[in-house]
């Protein structure tokens, strides 16, 4: 059974920073290119970042230069480091894996809330 286990989730206050964590297994994390989405209450799932298995990342337009998504290979856990956070960015953040832009496996998400 495929685990992506997420962590570093809280409440912080606007202008505070999170790292999010996702730990998974030796073959998905070689395998597959790394994602954090996330979902805040009535809107749909989004992208906020991608890591390839090379390193090649990209973010969405409303999180750049405020987050970085790394990848520890040692670890196979991927990061998700957030700055300045505004209280637009509470969701839940779900971590997945997949070939290219696709997810084959998820995560159970991560609740993220951001108080002004």
Sequence with gaps: ???????????????GSLRLSCA????????????????????QRELVARVTTTGTTNYVDSM????????????????????NLKPEDTAVYYCGAGPGTLIAYWGQGTQVTVSS
Excluded at 24 to 43: E, L, N
Aim: with cysteine; hydrophobic share 35%; charged share 15%.
């Design 1 to 15: 059974q495929v685990q992506l286990v997420e962590s570093g989730g809280g409440l912080v206050q606007a202008g």
């Design 24 to 43: 998974t297994s030796a073959s998905i994390f070689s395998s597959f290119t790394m994602a954090w989405f996330r979902q805040a209450p009535g809107k």
């Design 64 to 83: 750049k230069g405020r987050c970085t998504i790394s990848r520890d290979n040692p670890k196979n856990t991927v990061y998700l480091q957030m700055n």
